[in-house]
Nanobody, 127 residues
Framework: QVQLVESGGGSVQAGGSLRLSCAAS????????MAWFRQAPGKEREGVAS????????FYASPVKGRFTISQDNAKKTLYLQMNSLKPEDTAMYYC????????????????????WGQGTQVTVSS
């Protein structure tokens, strides 16, 4: 019912910025939580940030607090991730996800709790 397409990835130098976008289509009215995950080579996928779409309440994983900002544009049905002060350890494939549940309030990110996924956009940060 929901399709997600990420864009905005690329290669940047440490300290630089990128803005990722996730365009949603289909029946999105019940996607109460949306999130960004990332996965680096050889590592498990980890949650980065999430947002409760009803109010715009945001949640962040510790490694990105103060550097990343998750936001939404309901009119455009698009999720964003503004990434500032990028570090080499931020290098990963970034995925957007959505769910009909309210799991973002838990402060954790479990892949199994998200019903819809994009195919990812690569972010590479060099030193």
């Amino acid at each position: 019912q929901v399709q997600l397409v990420e864009s905005g990835g690329g290669s940047v130098q440490a300290g630089g910025s990128l803005r990722l976008s996730c365009a949603a289509s289909g029946y999105t009215y019940d996607t109460y939580c949306m999130a960004w995950f990332r996965q680096a080579p050889g590592k498990e996928r980890e949650g980065v940030a999430s947002i409760y779409t009803g109010t715009g309440t945001t949640f962040y994983a510790s490694p990105v607090k103060g550097r990343f900002t998750i936001s939404q544009d309901n009119a455009k049905k698009t999720l964003y991730l503004q990434m500032n002060s990028l570090k080499p350890e931020d290098t990963a494939m970034y995925y957007c996800a959505a769910t009909r549940n309210f799991v973002c309030w838990s402060g954790t990110w479990r892949q199994s709790e998200y019903n819809y996924w994009g195919q990812g956009t690569q972010v590479t940060v060099s030193s």
